[in-house]
C-alpha cells in the first residue's frame, strides 16, 4: 500500500464519492482534468462518464499504481508547475461557456488550495466550464463570503472569474487517515466575463494590499500601495465614493473594482509623459 509522504487523505467513502462524481454533471462529451487523483477513488467513476481524463498525481508512486483506462491520460507532476494549455490544448479555445468541453474534478491538499485555485482560475478560466474542489469546510466559507468579516482577498479573487457555490459538507471519517476538520465540496462556474470592470491585475493588488492589514482602515492600508504607485488615495476614495475609514471586509466586489480604476486614474504620470 502507498505510503503517504504529501500528507493526502484518502477518500474512500462511497457515498461522498458519487456525490462529487454527480455534482460535476459529466457527461460523454466531456474533458475531465482531475488533480490529486491518489488511489483512484473517483478517477474510475469519472473515467466511466467522461470522453476523456487528464489525472495529474504529484506521487509517483500513486501514479504509477492507478488502475489504467482507454480514456485515462496520468501525467505524473505538480500541477503549479506544469503549462495547462499545454496540457489542456492550444490555443485556449474561445468558446461559450455551455460549449466549453473540460471540467475540473479535484480533492486538493489543504495546504497548497489557495495556489491551486489562483492558477486554474488565472490560466484555465477559458477552458473549464466548471470546477468541482473538496477543500477545508473554513476555507470554502471564505472564498462564498463577501463584505463579510469572513472575506479575505482569494474572495474577491474568485469570485472575480467565478460564481462559487457550497454544495455539501464531507465529514473526517470519509478519509483515510481522517483530517481533523471537515471538508466541503465547492462548485465553481466561471464567468464568460468578469461582473466588475477592473481589471484583474489592479484589483487582485488592492485586495491584497487592503487585506494584507485588515484590521486597519482603507487610508491606512491603502497607502503604502499609493505610495508606491505614487497615486492620490484620498482623491481615488473620493472618486469611488468610498469612505476612507472602512475596512476591507465592508466593500463589495464592485467596490473594490471602482476603488482600483480610481486609484489607476491618480497616478502621476512619468517624467516626459504628458
Same mark, same amino acid.
Given at each position: 500500500?502507498?505510503?503517504?509522504?504529501?500528507?493526502?487523505?484518502?477518500?474512500?467513502? &462511497?457515498?461522498?464519492?458519487?456525490?462529487?462524481?454527480?455534482?460535476?454533471?459529466?457527461?460523454?462529451?466531456?474533458?475531465?482534468?482531475?488533480?490529486?487523483?491518489?488511489?483512484?477513488?473517483?478517477?474510475?467513476?469519472?473515467?466511466?462518464?467522461?470522453?476523456?481524463?487528464?489525472?495529474?498525481?504529484?506521487?509517483?508512486? #500513486?501514479?504509477?499504481?492507478?488502475?489504467?483506462?482507454?480514456?485515462?491520460?496520468?501525467?505524473?507532476?505538480?500541477?503549479?508547475?506544469?503549462?495547462?494549455?499545454? #496540457?489542456?490544448?492550444?490555443?485556449?479555445?474561445? +468558446?461559450?461557456?455551455?460549449?466549453?468541453?473540460?471540467?475540473?474534478?479535484?480533492? +486538493?491538499?489543504?495546504?497548497?488550495?489557495?495556489?491551486?485555485?489562483?492558477? *486554474?482560475?488565472?490560466?484555465?478560466?477559458?477552458?473549464?466550464?466548471?470546477?468541482?474542489?473538496?477543500?477545508? &469546510?473554513?476555507?470554502?466559507?471564505?472564498?462564498?463570503?463577501?463584505?463579510?468579516?469572513?472575506?479575505?482577498?482569494?474572495?474577491?479573487?474568485?469570485?472575480?472569474?467565478?460564481?462559487?457555490?457550497? #454544495?455539501?459538507?464531507?465529514?473526517?471519517?470519509?478519509?483515510?487517515?481522517?483530517?481533523?476538520?471537515?471538508?466541503?465540496?465547492?462548485?465553481?462556474?466561471?464567468?464568460?466575463?468578469?461582473?466588475?470592470?477592473?481589471?484583474?491585475?489592479?484589483?487582485?493588488?488592492?485586495?491584497?494590499?487592503?487585506?494584507?492589514?485588515?484590521?486597519?482602515?482603507?487610508?491606512?492600508? *491603502?497607502?503604502? +500601495?499609493?505610495?508606491?504607485?505614487?497615486?492620490?488615495?484620498? *482623491?481615488? #476614495? =473620493?472618486?469611488?465614493?468610498?469612505?476612507?475609514?472602512?475596512?476591507?471586509? =465592508?466593500?463589495? *466586489?464592485?467596490?473594490?473594482?471602482?476603488?482600483?480604476?480610481?486609484?489607476?486614474?491618480?497616478?502621476?504620470?512619468?517624467?516626459?509623459?504628458?
Amino acid at each position: 500500500m502507498s505510503k503517504r509522504p504529501l500528507g493526502q487523505h484518502f477518500l474512500h467513502e &462511497k457515498t461522498a464519492i458519487q456525490k462529487i462524481v454527480d455534482s460535476a454533471q459529466i457527461t460523454p462529451q466531456d474533458y475531465v482534468l482531475e488533480i490529486g487523483p491518489g488511489r483512484g477513488a473517483i478517477t474510475g467513476e469519472l473515467c466511466q462518464r467522461a470522453a476523456r481524463v487528464i489525472a495529474v498525481e504529484l506521487d509517483k508512486n #500513486l501514479a504509477r499504481q492507478l488502475k489504467r483506462y482507454p480514456n485515462l491520460e496520468v501525467v505524473e507532476g505538480d500541477i503549479l508547475r506544469l503549462d495547462l494549455a499545454q #496540457l489542456l490544448g492550444q490555443p485556449a479555445p474561445n +468558446l461559450p461557456l455551455a460549449q466549453r468541453r473540460w471540467k475540473v474534478v479535484a480533492n +486538493l491538499p489543504y495546504y497548497i488550495t489557495t495556489p491551486i485555485i489562483e492558477k *486554474l482560475l488565472l490560466e484555465g478560466h477559458a477552458y473549464f466550464q466548471s470546477l468541482v474542489i473538496m477543500i477545508q &469546510k473554513e476555507v470554502a466559507q471564505r472564498l462564498q463570503a463577501l463584505a463579510c468579516r469572513q472575506s479575505g482577498a482569494l474572495s474577491y479573487f474568485v469570485n472575480y472569474y467565478a460564481r462559487p457555490q457550497i #454544495l455539501f459538507t464531507v465529514k473526517p471519517g470519509s478519509f483515510s487517515p481522517p483530517p481533523q476538520v471537515d471538508s466541503s465540496v465547492l462548485a465553481l462556474y466561471p464567468y464568460a466575463a468578469p461582473p466588475v470592470p477592473a481589471p484583474a491585475p489592479a484589483l487582485q493588488r488592492l485586495t491584497r494590499a487592503a487585506f494584507a492589514m485588515r484590521r486597519k482602515t482603507l487610508a491606512k492600508s *491603502l497607502q503604502g +500601495l499609493a505610495n508606491s504607485l505614487k497615486a492620490d488615495l484620498p *482623491l481615488a #476614495l =473620493e472618486r469611488a465614493q468610498i469612505s476612507g475609514q472602512k475596512r476591507p471586509e =465592508e466593500l463589495t *466586489l464592485d467596490d473594490f473594482s471602482r476603488l482600483a480604476l480610481a486609484l489607476e486614474k491618480t497616478i502621476a504620470p512619468k517624467e516626459g509623459q504628458e
